[in-house]
């Protein structure tokens, strides 16, 4: 498959200050260093526990915050070597599904003035034409062209997130980096909402990297998935190849969180001890070692790299050794 995105030893550290002259005394590791490619047309899905870093890789992709280390290649060009005021091309091929669909819509621009906007600011429709090439989107994502006069307050969560979608569609993208996009809304409503991005995608051939943190929405839409911990990719594999044979105590816990609908069927829940460490202050080794059952006296002194297992199957664990 043809990559369309590579992320290369990418880091972002956020410092810690204190006092009046806000001196940095410390920083926060909410990236450190990780590798991930997409393909085209494909869907690579990224989950953690809350805090570990996702969103953050998100925003580094798009650029919303500035990278301290490593490569973003989009299509084959490096995007942190562009310069800020060149930045609006790039965007135009890389657009943003937000958590809260209510928080990424201006309360004051209607339906219509929210979609047509980021068309005219990249000039890629004449105003005039606007108005249909609206109505053409909203039909895309199931709702009624009628509803452009309406504003965000008057719709549900759900059709809040597909005018969002209908926006983001709007500058044909690439890839669309969705961020929890389905956690805000009921269940029935996020597997409309993730139906609707399924079928875009065998229609447009978009890219997604859809974040999230629970593990059955990412097994209904991802081709790959990739498990993060405290800023750390512990295990990448096909979506069929996580669900069915993960090797990481981690991603193991997480597996075991998913509730079974089989009231008969064996399940047995992994029950994480401890408390997710400081992370101002993350530990020597492991970063899992402190929750870990399965700790050896290697895993508390040194950090396990990202190896190869199976074709396709990368694990950061001291087990495999």
């Known amino acids: 498959m043809e990559k369309l995105l590579e992320v290369k030893n990418l880091k972002k550290y956020f410092n810690v200050t204190k006092g009046l002259f806000k001196r940095s005394v410390s920083h926060v590791k909410a990236v450190d260093g990780i590798d991930f490619a997409i393909g085209k047309g494909e869907t690579f899905g990224l989950v953690g526990e809350s805090g ?7 925003k580094l992709i798009l650029r919303l915050v500035s990278a301290d280390d490593g490569e973003i290649l989009f299509k084959g060009q490096d995007i942190l070597s562009i310069p800020r ?18 928080g990424s819509l201006n309360p004051r621009m209607t339906v219509e003035e929210l979609i047509r906007e980021p068309m005219l600011k990249h000039k890629t429709i004449a105003r005039q034409d606007a108005r249909s090439r609206v109505a053409e989107l909203l039909g895309m994502v199931g709702m009624n062209p009628g509803d452009m006069r309406k504003y965000p307050h008057e719709f549900s969560g759900g059709q809040r997130q597909r005018i969002v979608v209908a926006r983001t569609l709007s500058l044909n993208p690439s890839l669309i980096v969705c961020d929890e996009p389905v956690s805000a809304l009921d269940v029935s409503v996020q597997a409309q909402v993730l139906n609707l991005l399924d079928d875009l995608q065998n229609q447009f051939n978009i890219s997604y990297l859809f974040i999230a943190h629970g593990m059955p929405v990412v097994k209904h839409i991802s081709d790959r ?26 991603t193991k816990a997480l597996m075991s969180a998913v509730p079974i609908p089989d009231p008969d069927a064996g399940h047995k829940r992994v029950i994480l001890e401890g408390e997710v460490p400081n992370p101002i202050n993350i530990p020597d080794g492991c970063r899992f070692h ?3 059952s399965y700790c050896m006296e290697r895993c508390k002194k040194e950090e396990p790299a990202l190896k190869k297992v199976s074709p396709g199957h990368l694990l950061a664990c001291h087990l495999i050794d």
């Open 225 to 250: 998935v990739g498990v993060m911990y405290m800023g750390k990719l512990v295990e990448v594999a096909d979506a069929d190849e996580i669900f069915k044979n993960c090797v990481h105590p981690y």
């Open 52 to 58: 570990c870093g996702k969103t953050t890789v998100g």
């Open 290 to 292: 402190l929750r870990c």
């Open 85 to 102: 005021q060149e930045m609006l091309g790039y965007r135009k091929h890389i657009q943003m599904v937000f958590q809260d669909p209510y």
